[in-house]
């Protein structure tokens, strides 16, 4: 019975995967045809290339532009990180294309920049985030942050932001328009910043390691206040006594209320909290920002 449901699970959370992946495509596209390239803004990335070379040829190549940009980095995804990926990443980067190509006839928004920027900014990253929530990527350049992240020690969000600034240093040195470069940037940040509280959620849920002497108090205690707690065994460093680890999940809100509880009953207790990017328990899954 549970290999039948499986067999029937699988498929189902796959799908619902691509349609929430078809989606952020389309959102991104809005994004990018509706919003940014009308006003001379573009996005970081591979994007950001294809729609420099788009502005100077004709805009409504940008997708196509974008599609064989990425070749390469799709090829890099089944090479050096897995199979299933490339197939999300190949999925995504195909709609996107096709969404792009789709909108051209429909209507631009010219206004005010900043309203361009916060309103195109949080499109690009709701559908980015969902693409990337589900499994795939748009941009060839986080492909490119992987890769060098497992050869070199780099971090992915090192790698990419030298990728980005080179990107927007390219299209003001092209265009001589820092003010456009600029706010470009802004939007990146505007779309960067989306992305995670996509990703990431709105809640912030914190993760909570207490050392104390009284330990056996405090677990009575933080377990009668309403929290689930997690014991484990340790030894100190520097004395070698043997200790209880206590190690409790709360949310933002609830995480002064556990300090002072723990505090009132050992004053000299360890507190470290730390943020959680995730908690899954089965299929009941909490995101955060971190």
């Known amino acids: 019975m549970a290999g039948k449901n499986l067999s029937i699970t699988r498929p189902l959370h796959l799908c619902i995967g ?21 006003n001379h803004i573009i996005d970081g990335g591979i ?27 799709i090829f890099l995804a089944y090479k050096f990180i897995r199979r299933n990926f490339m197939y999300h990443m190949l999925f995504a980067v195909i709609l996107f294309s096709l969404f792009l190509w789709a909108l ?21 990253g709701i559908g980015a985030g969902m693409i990337i929530r589900h499994g795939a990527c748009l941009d060839g350049s986080e492909i ?35 003010e456009y470069a600029i706010r470009s940037l802004l939007t990146y940040v505007v779309a960067f910043k989306m992305i995670d509280t996509v990703i990431m959620g709105l809640d912030e849920i914190k993760s909570v390691t207490i050392i104390s002497k009284k330990q056996d108090l405090l677990v009575q205690e933080i377990t009668n206040a309403g ?15 043997d200790i209880t680890i206590i190690n409790v999940i ?27 990017s995730e908690v899954v328990s089965g299929r009941v899954r909490r995101t955060t920002t971190t």
């Open 144 to 178: 490119l942050g992987i890769i060098i992240n497992k050869k070199k020690g780099f971090t992915i969000g090192q790698v990419v932001f030298l990728f980005n600034f080179f990107v927007f240093a390219l299209y003001g040195i092209l265009f001589w328009n820092w």
């Open 227 to 241: 929290y689930g707690v997690t014991t484990s065994n340790g030894r100190g460093g520097y004395t070698s006594e």
């Open 18 to 38: 691509y349609i929430w992946i078809a989606i952020g495509a389309f959102l991104a596209a809005i994004a990018i045809h509706n919003f940014l390239a009308p």
């Open 250 to 276: 709360v949310n933002r809100l609830d995480l002064s209320l556990l300090k002072e509880l723990t505090l009132d009953i050992d004053e000299n207790a360890f507190i470290m909290v730390s943020q959680l």
């Open 47 to 73: 994007i950001g290339i294809a729609m420099i070379i788009g502005m100077k040829t004709s805009k409504n190549f940008i997708g196509l532009y974008f599609f064989i940009l990425n070749l390469p980095f």
């Open 104 to 124: 051209e006839e429909t209507p631009t928004y010219t206004g005010d920049y900043f309203e361009i920027i916060v309103i195109g900014g949080a499109i690009l």
